[in-house]
Each structure stands twice: as structure tokens, then as C-alpha cells.
């Protein structure tokens, strides 16, 4: 089975910062990676697809990058409703999409 | 729109039975593969099991293997969850989610429904 660790559980900044989130899989799962964002009392919102592809309607601030087993995330300057957990998924094997456990960005 | 509904949560005494359902509309809900995914509270998300387009393609989380049972009926626009055997660490906000393009199987969710909550207590 494909475990995901996401690194650091939670990230303290302020608006405008610049934000770094790791996703790091336990063997290769190519490019089949997307990244989540999710507040309070709402359902996951897709963010990027295929490691790197920012879903329809996501501002440009959002970024992915990597392959294989080791995944960035960057929000290139925090804006206020930014402030959120993050989850990585791997869709490597279907049907399984396992999850990371989760990056919390919150304000500092 | 695109959208998904689900309904069918409440409250169940452990070893008792629950069906979850995911009703769906403003796509071609034959073209695409679906899921159901849960999120225990104040906890992170835990994929539980996916379902293909034509039903050929099935598979579960470890968790839940031989207790659960996803299905769908495509002249219904709908997908199911049957729970049997439930437990208390079943508890959880069950959510439903689309795959992202039709006839495949390996795309990221682009469209969830906003959960339904299923606790399991005596």
C-alpha cells in the first residue's frame, strides 16, 4: 500500500508569505498526484491535478511541482482566505486515491 | 450545475446495517468513475472505496473490505454505499466525488457533495 506523509503538519505564516508544502510518497506514483485545500465545515476543493495542473477556476499563487515519490505545493503569497488544511491524494492505483494526513496553514 | 447529493446518514447501533446514497446531476454520470470518501471528526480524509463507469471496476480500503459494498445505477444518476457490520470508528462525514475526466481511472476528484454524517453508537 501507498503511504503519503505531508510535511510540516502545520505551517505558521502571514499574508503574503510564501508557502511550502511537502507531500512524500512510499514508492513512485509518477505523476498521479493532486493536492486539496479544505476549510471548516466544507467539502475538499481541488487545487491541482497530475502533480502540476492547477484545476479550473484556481488562481495562478497555486503551484505543484515534482514526480515519483517527492511533491511541492506552493502558495507563491498568502492571501487571507488561504488559510487551510492541505491534503496531498495518489490515484497511481486504481481505484484506491489514498490521502496524506494533512498540512494546516494557518496565520501566525 | 454540476452536483452531488448525498443522504442516508444518522445515527446506528454498532453491528447494525446503513445505506448511503449519492445522487447526481448536470453531468453524464454513466461516463465517469465514482467514489466515496469519509473524514472522521477533526480527523483527515480516508479514501473507502471507488466504483467504475459500467460497475466493471471495484475496489475498497483495507478498513472496510467485506463490510461495505459500493454500487450504482447509471439509469438513476446514483451511487450507493451499503454498510454492514458497522462500527464505532465507521463514524464519520461521508462524502461522494466524481472523477475528473470520463472513462478512466486514475484522475484526481473534481467534484464532491458536501457529506453525509454516519455515527455509530450505542
Known amino acids: 500500500e501507498i503511504v503519503l506523509t505531508q510535511s510540516p503538519a502545520t505551517l505558521s505564516l502571514s499574508p503574503g508569505e510564501r508557502a511550502t508544502l511537502s507531500c512524500r510518497a512510499s514508492q513512485s506514483v509518477s505523476s498521479y498526484l493532486a493536492w486539496y485545500q479544505q476549510k471548516p465545515g466544507q467539502a475538499p476543493r481541488l487545487l491541482i491535478y497530475d502533480a502540476s495542473n492547477r484545476a479550473t477556476g484556481i488562481p495562478a499563487r497555486f503551484s505543484g511541482s515534482g514526480s515519483g515519490t517527492d511533491f511541492t505545493l506552493t502558495i507563491s503569497s498568502l492571501e487571507p482566505e488561504d488559510f487551510a488544511v492541505y491534503y496531498c491524494?495518489?490515484?497511481?492505483?486504481?481505484?484506491?486515491?489514498?490521502f496524506g494526513q494533512g498540512t494546516k496553514v494557518e496565520i501566525k | 450545475e454540476v452536483q452531488l447529493v448525498e443522504s442516508g446518514g444518522g445515527l446506528v447501533q454498532p453491528g447494525r446495517s446503513l445505506r448511503l446514497s449519492c445522487a447526481a446531476s448536470?453531468?453524464?454520470?454513466?461516463?465517469?468513475?465514482m467514489h466515496w470518501v469519509r473524514q472522521a471528526p477533526g480527523k483527515g480524509l480516508e479514501w473507502v472505496s471507488g466504483?467504475?463507469?459500467?460497475?466493471?471496476?471495484?475496489g475498497y480500503a483495507d478498513s472496510v473490505k467485506g463490510r461495505f459494498t459500493i454500487s450504482r445505477d447509471n439509469a438513476k444518476n446514483s451511487l450507493y454505499l451499503q454498510m454492514n457490520s458497522l462500527r464505532a470508528e465507521d463514524t464519520a462525514l461521508y462524502y461522494c466525488a466524481k472523477d475528473m475526466y470520463p472513462n478512466t481511472l486514475d484522475d484526481a476528484f473534481d467534484i464532491w457533495g458536501q457529506g453525509t454524517m454516519v455515527t455509530v453508537s450505542s
Open positions: 448536470g453531468f453524464t454520470f454513466d461516463d465517469y468513475a
Open positions: 491524494q495518489q490515484r497511481s492505483n486504481w481505484p484506491r486515491g489514498t
Open positions: 466504483i467504475s463507469w459500467n460497475s466493471g471496476s471495484i
